[in-house]
């Protein structure tokens, strides 16, 4: 039988993956304490407490340097620290005078990076820090979106994209599978999925972009995700993944959950 083999949350938007044993999946569609902090352009077009698309801020896909840095979240204190290697960048709270020191740390990263949406932009600047660090809004969907894939389809595409040790930290889901025949949960677009005790609707094939083709070790663009799915296995557009809904009230995923569709 299908079931859960990893779990993951990202509490800064772009940011590395915290593992986790256990996920509660909200009513409305979100995983709790996923995407709750986001580093927003000067200029985003939205107030800060509101979603708007991931290219109006520092992520991945626009700063692959991000991947070099060791991300941890406190989310009961509210308290940051983010790392390079053993030299810590900062370490504060995202409450009070600490958020400005949040942004002015990575601030001077990213403007060290050979490849960042800085350069040339000062319209940009100062960067801030949106999110409350409690409540998860900064999904790349505006619905927000559980996402999740198989180990079978990751092998499938590490054998076509010829690199076997293929990271799943490359696809930022939430949940990962193992049990079923590679590519399976695309077929399961606009059916009802069971996990554990948690109901959710398949509802979207999860379309990958630039943070992709960053090796999620060195920071370093490395492999052409996007143009070797499209090419391999005939997509008009790269995907891998599906995003899904809550189905009912939601409750607790943990790893060695079953997985099962709903007739």
């Not at 992520?59 to 940051?80: C, F, I, S």
């Not at 709270?93 to 403007?111: C, D, F, K």
């Not at 059916?191 to 090796?215: E, F, Q, Y």
Request: charged share 25%; with cysteine; aromatic share 4%.
């Amino acid at each position: 039988m299908p079931q859960v083999v990893a779990l993951y949350r990202y509490p800064l938007k772009g940011f590395t993956p915290e593992h986790c044993s256990a996920l509660t999946v909200l009513p409305e569609g979100r995983v709790a304490g996923d995407r709750v902090l986001a580093l927003r352009f000067a200029n985003a077009p939205v107030a800060d407490d509101r979603w708007c698309r991931k290219y109006e801020g520092v992520v991945l896909a626009n700063t692959p340097g991000l991947a070099r840095l060791q991300t941890r979240y406190d989310h009961e204190g509210r308290q940051l620290r983010i790392a390079l290697g053993e030299r810590v960048l900062v370490d504060e709270s995202v409450e009070g005078p600490g958020r400005q020191r949040i942004v002015e740390a990575l601030t001077e990263y990213v403007l060290g990076q050979d490849e960042n949406p800085l350069k040339g932009h000062s319209e940009r600047l100062p960067l801030k820090l949106v999110g409350d660090g409690v409540t998860p809004r900064y999904q790349d969907n505006e619905a927000g979106q559980v996402t999740l894939h198989s180990r079978e389809t990751l092998a499938s595409a590490a054998a076509a994209l010829g690199d076997s040790g293929l990271s799943e930290h490359r696809f930022r889901h939430n949940i990962v599978i193992e049990g079923v025949v590679a590519w399976e949960e695309l077929s399961w677009l606009g059916r009802r999925l069971r996990i554990g005790g948690v109901s959710m609707d398949v509802v979207k094939p999860k379309t990958r972009c630039l943070a992709t083709h960053a090796n999620p070790d060195t920071g370093e663009r490395d492999l052409q995700v996007m143009q070797g799915l499209m090419k391999s296995f005939n997509q008009a557009q790269s995907t891998l993944g599906v995003g899904m809904l809550t189905h009912g009230p939601g409750g607790e995923v943990c790893v060695g959950d079953s997985v099962g569709l709903i007739p």
